[in-house]
Each structure stands twice: as structure tokens, then as C-alpha cells.
């Protein structure tokens, strides 16, 4: 389990965040990144690595961070990851979710492998949502946000699946690209996606 050792290290410093995003690999869908400062009097019970953690307990442990911490959120749309490559967009929702906090980090830690370039003291932290609580935090929030537009997206877009995929590659919305076409919110930087464009044809006529 995620423990506070990382942020242990540097509270001395003054408030440590943890940040992490959810929606990397998706051929639908924004970036989501998640910044949480934790109140070490008020750290809800069971935090963990979103991925470890049923849809049910995600949705309640977010509710519970959100009433305990500081939370800060930030998004990078389809079209932003289309213009930067998804990496580029991540970084980007990580740098909106610090700075949506309102209280300035004095260190934030990041899962991963590399930090976004910004002017926060920070520490890219691999396997972090696993090893720390504040990232393990994150994950949650940005994890279950992310859910959340999915879902509601599927209402918009029926026949893609993306309540329960989320937009991933999974069957059911690859044979939608294939029968439907992609959506406004389909990632076309994305070759699954750029390849069903160039069947499909666009969505929408040149004027």
C-alpha cells in the first residue's frame, strides 16, 4: 500500500503534492491529471492505486479526498493532444492541475517518469501511484473524473461503448470506428483512429 514516506521526505519544505493523470492510452476522450495536497489529519482509509480499486470504491474514495484535501484539476482536450501528442498534453494537464490548487505547492511529486517543465521544486516518482499516498490520491481523482466525461459522452455518442471502455480499444468501440466513424471526440492523431477517418471517410463534409 501507498504510504506518506515521499512526502515525508520534503514537508519540511512546506505543502507536497501528488499528481497524476489517467486517460493516456485512449483512442477517445481528454487527458484528465489530478494535484493533491493531503490534510495528514483528515486521509481517508484505503487510498490506493486507482487501478487497484473496484469503479464503487473509486467513486467514494474521490468524494472523501475532495471533502479532506486540496485538490486541484486540470484537462487537455482531444484537440490539444492532437496538436502535441499525448505526452506533451499530459504535461500540459499536470501543469493545470498544480496550478488549480489554492494553495502553491512547495514540492509536488509526480508518477512517472518525467516531470512537466515548469518552475515547481518536483520529483518524478516511478510506480508512484503504488508507493505514495498522494499520488495514489490523485490517481483516484483523475481516474474517476475521467470516468465521469466518458460516461457522460456515451450519452451523446451511443454504440461506442464508452461507459464501459472508457475509450479504450476494446472490441465493441473498435467495431464502432469501423461501422460508425469517429467522433468529434475520437483522438485522430491516434492510427487506429486515422485509419478508420481514412475508411469511414469525415464526419462531417468540407464547405
Known amino acids: 500500500m501507498p504510504d506518506l514516506s515521499y512526502e515525508l521526505r520534503h514537508v519540511v ?6 499528481v497524476d493523470e489517467a486517460g493516456r492510452g485512449p483512442l477517445a ?3 484528465v491529471a489530478a494535484a ?3 490534510d495528514p489529519d483528515c486521509i481517508p482509509d484505503g487510498i490506493d492505486d486507482s487501478k487497484a ?3 464503487t470504491k473509486r467513486a467514494a474514495l474521490c468524494e472523501a479526498i475532495l471533502r479532506c484535501a486540496r485538490v486541484g484539476i486540470g484537462i487537455a482536450s482531444v484537440e490539444e493532444i ?3 501528442n499525448i505526452l506533451w498534453a499530459t504535461m500540459l494537464a499536470m501543469t493545470r492541475a498544480v496550478a488549480a490548487l489554492d494553495l502553491p505547492p512547495a514540492y509536488v511529486l509526480v508518477d512517472g517518469n ?3 517543465d515548469w518552475p515547481h521544486a518536483s ?3 516511478i510506480g508512484g501511484d503504488a508507493l505514495c499516498l498522494s499520488i495514489a490520491a490523485a490517481s483516484i481523482v483523475a481516474k474517476h473524473r475521467r470516468d465521469c466525461i466518458m460516461a457522460e459522452l456515451d450519452a451523446l455518442h451511443p454504440g461506442y461503448g464508452w461507459a464501459s471502455n472508457k475509450g479504450y480499444a476494446a472490441r465493441v468501440h473498435q467495431e464502432a470506428l469501423r461501422t460508425l466513424g469517429p467522433t468529434p471526440h475520437h483522438r485522430r492523431s491516434f492510427a487506429p483512429v486515422a485509419q478508420a477517418e481514412l475508411n469511414f471517410g469525415p ?3 468540407a464547405l
Open 13 to 18: 519544505r512546506g505543502p507536497v503534492a501528488g
Open 29 to 31: 476522450g481528454p487527458v
Open 36 to 38: 493533491v495536497i493531503l
Open 53 to 55: 480499486l473496484t469503479a
Open 82 to 84: 492532437d496538436r502535441l
Open 114 to 116: 518525467r516531470c512537466p
Open 123 to 125: 520529483e518524478a516518482v
Open 203 to 205: 464526419m462531417v463534409p
